[in-house]
């Protein structure tokens, strides 16, 4: 039985690995594209990224937000991803410009309030949220 165990253990940390591995080279290709000033695939970075990622443990997702994901994809985002702890935070898209009226349609049928973005040096904030009453779920979309 111990040759077993070191054998699931061995496959175990292996299945861990794979999805780590392809979320840094997504994050190095996205950098790349970056420094180089092209945008154009970074709706696909994410996706991919986001794949890998929710192979890595059951509570990085929900129900909700595969819908509301799935939601923006059938709209016109090429991609996206949760920023936060897990299980939540904010929905981050990449769309492109001639699709991001759509999304911001149907993702605000599903209770969902827009937010912009831009690239900023100082790491994600929040400069002036101007939603009234009780917090809403949050996505933004780049491109």
Known sequence: SGQILKEQRQNSLAAAVEPLDRIKATAEAMRDDLRRGDISRMGEHLHESWLAKRGLASGITRPAIDDWYDLAR?????????????????????????????????????????????????????IMNNLVGEASPAWSLVG
Do not use: H, N, W
């Open 74 to 126: 059938s709209a016109g985002a090429a991609g996206g991803k949760i920023a936060g702890a897990g299980g939540g935070g904010f929905l981050l898209l990449y769309c492109e410009p001639e699709c991001q009226e759509e999304v911001t349609r149907r993702l605000g049928g599903a209770g969902l309030a827009r937010m912009d973005f831009r690239f900023e040096s100082g790491g994600a904030m929040v």
